[in-house]
């Protein structure tokens, strides 16, 4: 039975062209969106995508108007939605716990896993990495060999040839103000020897928060998306890999925030000194 769903839901995978189709035309209603730079993205191979966070409008404002497909890193929730019916109704609060219901429950159960395994098929489809944030595990052991694992997988997406995103200050700005970067960006793209693409966003900051739309001000919003030139691989620093990606990552802060604020991106024709 289960066999023939999966069968049967095959058939109803959205190829990314449709929402991001419907997503333009939506953000295009609301928002004035300036996009700037697109000419200096490499038409193929792999390459790290790096920007500041202002706000949720980010992801979208790259997933739709960068000239290539960008895959994202996302929180493991979205991608399981399920997981919190399936803990509801193994509650003990739940009804299924109990007759008539709990005899449907194991078929109940494997349905969700099902539309649930389907819907992270569908989100990787449309270029989506499930990740899980702040995971610990049972030790500090199981946290490093976690994120060496996840590591890893950013650096085989790339190789393989994708436009992977990272934000490198980890999270959302909650002044407007950008902060500090960390090395990740930095390391995969050292890792995977591929060219790193700065890009800078302004004018999102808060504006996809209720009290946005509520004044009107998402409305009279103008949002800017600066694409920089890509550093590629042969411009690194010569240097050990942590010493090359804190330099590296001391250079992408510099023309991220430039990019964020200006369009022209200063200093960009600099090369990084050799580093011995």
């Known amino acids: 039975m289960l066999a023939d769903l999966n069968k049967f839901l095959d058939l109803f995978y959205i190829p990314r062209e449709i929402p991001q189709f419907f ?90 896993q099902t539309l649930g395994e389907r819907h992270k098929e569908q989100m990787r489809r449309w270029g989506g990495i499930p990740i899980m944030r702040n995971f610990q595990g049972n030790s500090a052991k199981d946290a490093v060999a976690y994120y060496e694992k996840i590591e890893n997988q950013m650096v ?28 990740m960006a930095a390391k995969v793209a050292i890792r995977a020897n591929v060219p790193i693409i700065p890009s800078g966003i302004s004018g999102a900051w808060n504006m996809s928060e209720p009290a946005a739309f509520l004044s009107g001000e998402a409305f009279r919003t103008k949002i800017s998306y600066n694409i920089g030139n890509p550093i590629p691989p042969e411009q690194f620093p010569q240097a050990s890999e942590k010493k090359a990606a804190k330099l590296l ?27 011995l």
Not at 156 to 170: A, D, H, K, M, N
Not at 171 to 177: I, P, Q
């Open 156 to 183: 085989e997406i790339i190789r393989s040839g994708e436009i992977l995103s990272i934000f490198p200050e980890g999270t959302r700005t909650s002044s407007g103000v950008m902060g500090p970067f960390k090395a």
């Open 249 to 275: 990552t001391e250079e992408l802060e510099k023309r991220v925030y430039y990019l964020a604020t200006s369009p022209d991106e200063r200093n960009q024709s600099r090369r990084f000194a050799t580093v």
């Open 23 to 112: 997503a333009k035309n939506i953000l295009d209603l609301i928002y004035t969106i300036n996009v700037q730079g697109t000419e200096k993205v490499p038409r193929t191979g792999g390459a790290v995508l790096v920007c500041n966070h202002t706000d949720s409008l980010d992801i979208p404002v790259q997933g739709i108007y960068f000239p290539r497909k960008v895959v994202f890193l996302g929180k493991n929730e979205i991608f399981n939605p399920q997981d919190m019916f399936v803990q509801y109704i193994n509650s003990p609060q739940s009804p299924f716990r109990h007759l008539p219901l709990n005899v449907g429950k194991p078929i109940l159960e494997s349905l969700l």
